[in-house]
């Protein structure tokens, strides 16, 4: 356990998955059929991820695949607006697009519309992870995602492999997206097969509940990891969170604010807690900090724009100076 929080505390993170482009209506409680204006930013787990890394100090470099288009340079272009290292990106060409998201700031009847038609960050070679200097960094991060479809699949396992043998750690967002793949079986032979290649894995309850099989043994399946020598945190949305590391079980809970959409709070949590890790501060104060971002980045619009920096995120605590019992 030391050893990765050691790793992590390098600051420097390669983060594996997709890329995508966020449109979200620009007056925050108008249905996207309603709206007359849309704002773009940037958007895709792992690149949400990287871009709340860098705000709160960290170094992430994001490797995937955009398209040869105005879009994919769109989502580059904002990358490199958020400071995020783009020296690993792949263009490909031909019929294969960004992702898009299209949704609103609202919660009561919240709609988020995914094109994921031909989706190019599939495209990542085992040739394109070779190319990664991995000692380089402290931690490889990755988004379930990327596992749902070849080449991408072979490619991130392949980096796992690399990863290992530089000596980086794997932490792993389970980031279960049923859409990208081919059928629940196959997501959760393959999603389990991270996990227990991974270090550290963070998910919901959901999510753990669905690589075990159902949702009532999750929390048994999140014990099971840890058990492993895992770093495991089980999320559960407004009930908190519980951390298992070396035997302990941290519960904590989150920080209440009124929440104008639903999205984004996953990724914000993984940059705030690994933030928070890095800084040095104990583990229950890590996770907190994640929790924090997570609350602030749902009451705002959008996603990666809505992620705090450091002294935002400073001044959110020090204006909500407890979370709720867990």
Known sequence: MQALLDAIAKRSFVVFG????????????????????????LGGSSANICAGLVKLGCRAALVTSVSDDAVGRFAVNRLRHYGVDTTYLQVVGGEYRLSLAVYESRIEGFQ?????????????TPQDVERVDYADFGALITAG??????????ATFHAFDLARRAGLPIIFDIDYRPYSWPSPEVAAQVLSRAGAESDMIVGNDEEFGFMAGGIDKGLAKARELA???KLVVYKMGHQGAITFADGQ?????????????PNGAGDSFMAGLLAGIADGRPL???VLRGSACASIVVSRPGCAPAMPDTQGLNEFLAAHPG???C
């Open 227 to 229: 058990a492993q020598g």
């Open 284 to 286: 229950r104060e890590a």
């Open 249 to 261: 079980e941290i519960r904590t809970g989150i920080f209440p604010v009124t929440a104008i959409k």
């Open 323 to 325: 979370a709720t019992d």
């Open 18 to 41: 997709r890329a995508g482009m966020d449109l979200f209506a620009a007056t925050p409680g108008v249905k996207s059929e309603d709206a007359g204006m849309f704002q773009a930013d």
């Open 112 to 124: 988020n519309v995914i094109y994921r038609n031909g989706a190019v960050d599939f495209q990542v």
């Open 145 to 154: 995602t990327v596992f749902a479809a070849d080449p991408a699949r072979e």
